[in-house]
């Protein structure tokens, strides 16, 4: 470049240089901001439940991801991490009770899966692999699974965009989805599985089930995000279907809102395993 001086580092061309920071792209840093997996607080079991702590709780969940039972005489909280759009605010009401992460929350295969009892047993944590690591993976499966490129069609059945602007991420520099033998596909014909973000607007119900029976057998569903899962804040409603699994079956829910690249990494590998 005309006039660029040589320096040690590229910080006057780059401004603080986070994008090409190697801890970045290794994955092992977390912005200290971002608002990830909520969970139980390691000591929430000893704390006493009654019903108005409960019902405060449950009242600042907009997305109605908390809920409370009664199980052998002692109240229980249940989160369901579908609904969950990590806002934090559950966190704010009651710290002892929940704890929110910088990591991703787990994708998983059945939608029952997306829903945690306080009392159960703390699933182990499998989330904390750099995307390399994971991209690493994923290319072995698909190798081993398809010994070919595993082809996506992305479908906005009714979604804000924020669920997008992280699928997109995917194809950027520092992830580069296709060196793991991922590529994105203009039609559903080409695609082995579907990623569908949004809520399943009734607007895209008609567009949504087409698609689905224009891809190939066999073929996997991917719901991106808490839309995609369960309606998230926008629940079922006259215009909303609820998530997008009263449309299409689904084989795998990525929770978030909207879920980061490592968990779309993660999401992904599941859904080589759906392929049979």
């Known amino acids: 470049m005309i006039g660029m001086k040589k320096t040690d580092s590229h910080h006057d061309i780059l401004g603080d240089h986070v994008e090409t920071d190697k801890m970045v792209l ?11 997996d909520v969970v139980f607080a390691p000591d929430s079991n000893a704390q006493p439940l009654d019903s108005e702590l409960c019902r405060r709780v449950a009242a600042v969940c907009a997305p109605n991801a908390i809920a409370s039972k009664e199980v052998d005489g ?6 369901d991490k579908g ?23 787990r994708p998983v295969k059945r939608r029952s899966d997306l829903v945690v009892a306080q009392l159960s047993e703390v699933a182990p944590n499998i989330t904390e692999a750099s995307h ?10 698909i190798a081993k699974t398809l010994g070919r490129s595993l082809a996506i069609r992305e479908v906005d059945a009714g979604s804000c965009n924020g669920c997008e602007v ?14 793991f ?3 994105f596909v203009a039609s559903p014909r080409h695609a082995d599985v579907l990623l569908v973000t949004g809520v399943g607007s009734r607007n895209m119900e008609s567009a949504l089930r087409r698609t689905f ?17 369960t309606g998230g804040i926008f629940g079922d409603t006259y215009a909303t279907s609820g998530g997008i699994g009263d449309i299409v079956p689904v084989d795998v829910y990525v929770p978030g809102c909207p879920p980061r690249p490592e968990a779309l990494l993660y999401g992904l590998l599941l859904a080589v395993d759906r392929i049979r």
């Open 213 to 229: 029976e224009a891809t190939p057998d066999p073929k996997v569903v991917v719901a991106v995000g808490a839309c995609a899962s």
């Open 26 to 36: 290794d994955g092992k840093r977390s912005a200290p901001s971002f608002r990830g």
């Open 74 to 79: 002692r109240l229980q909280l249940a989160l």
């Open 181 to 183: 033998g991922v590529h």
């Open 83 to 105: 609904r969950c759009i990590m806002c934090g605010l559950c966190q704010e009401a009651a710290p002892a009770l929940f704890e929110v992460k910088s990591k991703f929350a």
């Open 132 to 141: 390399e690591e994971l991209g690493r993976q994923l290319s072995e499966k």
């Open 166 to 179: 992280e699928v997109v991420a995917l194809n950027n520099a520092v992830y580069d989805i296709e060196r």
